[in-house]
């Protein structure tokens, strides 16, 4: 099992600024990949970025390209979302995932992730 914790959601203002961060333990070893989703009210769960943890590639979904940027700090075992200039539609419930050994799913894709974290909630106001 991996267990994921997010922080760092918050009420921001439109053109600002957030940092989320999601601290994995447990089993860990066996990932691969480590995503940020988004789920906003009637909407479907949106994959936003995803990043390689062996080798740092990162992956970001169209909406927020040139962004937001996602990192990872190995030693914490900690992955990271920087969230630069928002906007009133990045408005969501941010979620972390971990996907697990052997998984062939696309990054983006949201069944590729075996593990997820409680979810931090991201407001931004106009």
């Known amino acids: 099992q991996v267990q994921l914790v997010e922080s760092g959601g918050g009420l921001v203002q439109a053109g600002g600024s957030l940092k989320l961060s999601c601290a994995a333990s447990?089993?860990?070893?066996?990932?691969?990949?480590m995503g940020w989703f988004r789920h906003a009210p009637g909407q479907e769960r949106e994959f936003v970025a995803a990043i390689r943890w062996s080798l740092g590639n990162p992956y970001y979904g169209d909406s927020v390209k040139g962004r937001f940027t996602v990192s990872r700090d190995s030693a914490q075992n900690t992955v990271y979302l920087q969230m630069n200039s928002l906007k009133v539609e990045d408005t969501a419930v941010y979620y972390c995932?971990?996907?697990?050994?052997?998984?062939?799913?696309?990054?983006?894709?949201?069944?590729?992730?075996?593990?997820w974290g409680q979810g931090t909630q991201v407001t931004v106001f106009s």
């Open positions: 995932a971990a996907d697990g050994y052997g998984s062939v799913r696309s990054v983006t894709s949201k069944d590729r992730y075996d593990y």
């Open positions: 447990g089993r860990t070893f066996s990932r691969n990949y």
